[in-house]
């Protein structure tokens, strides 16, 4: 499903900006200890799990508002 929304340039570049800026923030830690705990380098803690979720569901947000966000 793709959305649109009514934007002038301006403000499309600022929400492609904090869409992007909202992705690196939830993106998971390169070391985290409760990752390196499950022995297991295909898996994330819960934790980093849940934020990669929300990392990837802006990622989408933003592929459907037609403003694809670097990943």
Known sequence: MTASLALDPEQRELLAQALT???????????????????DETKLCDQCEA????????????????MPTPA
């Open 21 to 39: 800026d909202a992705v690196f923030y939830r993106d998971p830690p390169a070391d985290c200890q409760a990752c390196a705990e499950l022995d």
């Open 51 to 66: 934020t990669f979720a929300l990392a990837s569901s802006y990622l989408h947000l933003g592929r459907d508002l037609g």
